[in-house]
């Protein structure tokens, strides 16, 4: 059994220093990977807000949710976060809550008395100072998935809830990798990620060598055909269909801010455009549906793997 957590906890948060006097009885969320790693810590008790959501919660947590308050599907305001009066703002993406964020900056929940944590697999190894989805600067690991967990079960006292937790994620990601590493696949066997597109057509956002996907594809010994360290860059569909990827993930959505956050709409224009239907991942249907939240650096990343992993296993390569 782990140790109690010795109040006050001091950490440093994405460059911040963060001092938590008690574990939180009022937290909200804003981004779905730090809501549903609260959950699977046990925590769904402390949450009383949510927001920022791409896909259907996990299925053991349906009911859960639903009986939590979701103060946005996207974006929330700052007055609607402010307004749960919590103790801690626990925040998936900088960009949401940072010093430019588009909700706010950790300074204005700092001086209502309101800490934030920020996960850290999007600052760590990433600069983000460039605005919108950030830059790489080093590969994304699950090691930073790991830490957010485990500083989290800390800041709650839930140390053992946290130690299962990664131990069942560090399984997973285990037998995803045997069971891509017994299958017989071609040696430069290649992919792409797409995300969406502003308009089907233009040019996609596609993973870049360093986010999640990266990771997805190196452990899978996996070729990423787009070399950008970018974490979603947009290349042209011309790019893509001269690499002429082995296999194409497309991401599946809640969210329609974009004509292509619609699995149909990619699915219908990988089939229909004269230039992306030459692909032989689309002539031999080698497309996975992969969920969008496991696309980013989440615990879901995991899931994604696995996700990969197991299409692979159902593909023939020899045409």
């Known amino acids: 059994m782990a140790d109690a957590t010795d109040y006050p906890v ?16 009022r937290t909200v969320t804003v981004g779905q990977s730090a809501t549903e790693i609260l959950y699977s810590l046990g925590l ?26 979701r103060i946005a599907d996207d974006d929330p305001s700052f007055e609607a976060v402010v307004n749960k009066r919590p103790d ?18 950790r300074d204005q929940f700092h001086e209502l008395g309101i800490n934030t ?8 190894t990433k600069d983000n100072s460039t605005g919108g989805d950030g ?37 997973r990601e285990k037998s995803a990798i045997e069971l891509a590493g017994s299958l017989d696949l071609p040696n430069d066997l290649s992919a792409v990620f797409w995300f969406s597109s502003t308009e089907l057509g233009v040019n996609p956002f596609v993973a870049g060598q360093l986010g999640a996907p990266g990771y997805m594809m190196d452990k899978l010994g ?33 969210r329609r801010r974009f004509p292509a ?17 030459e692909m032989t991942a689309v002539k031999n249907n080698r497309i996975v549906v992969m969920d969008a939240h496991a696309m980013s650096a989440t615990m879901r990343s995991i899931y994604g793997l696995e996700t990969l992993a197991d299409a692979l296993s159902t593909m023939t390569f020899n045409q």
Not at 10 to 23: F, K
Not at 44 to 58: C, E, I, K
Not at 59 to 65: A, G, S, Y
Not at 156 to 165: F, R, T, W
């Open 10 to 25: 001091t950490l440093t948060n994405c460059g911040v220093e963060l001092t938590v006097e008690s574990a939180p009885e």
């Open 44 to 69: 769904a008790d402390r949450v009383n807000g949510t927001s920022v959501w791409f896909n259907p919660v996990l299925l053991p947590f349906t009911e859960i949710n639903e009986e939590i308050d």
């Open 88 to 105: 801690l703002v626990a925040v998936q993406y900088e960009w949401h809550v940072g010093p430019t964020g588009s909700v706010a900056s």
């Open 117 to 124: 944590y920020i996960m850290p697999a999007d600052c760590d």
């Open 135 to 171: 830059t790489r600067t080093a590969a994304f690991s699950t090691n930073a998935i790991y830490k957010g967990i485990t500083e989290l079960a800390d800041i709650y006292n839930v140390q053992d809830a946290g130690e299962a937790l990664v131990a069942d994620l560090n399984a």
């Open 222 to 254: 996996i070729r990423n055909v787009i070399e950008s360290a970018e974490e979603w860059p947009t290349i042209g569909w011309e790019s893509i269909a001269r690499a002429n990827p082995d296999v194409i993930v497309i991401a599946s959505m809640d």
């Open 261 to 277: 956050d619609d699995i149909d709409a990619k699915r219908a224009f990988l089939n229909s455009d004269p230039v992306a239907r």
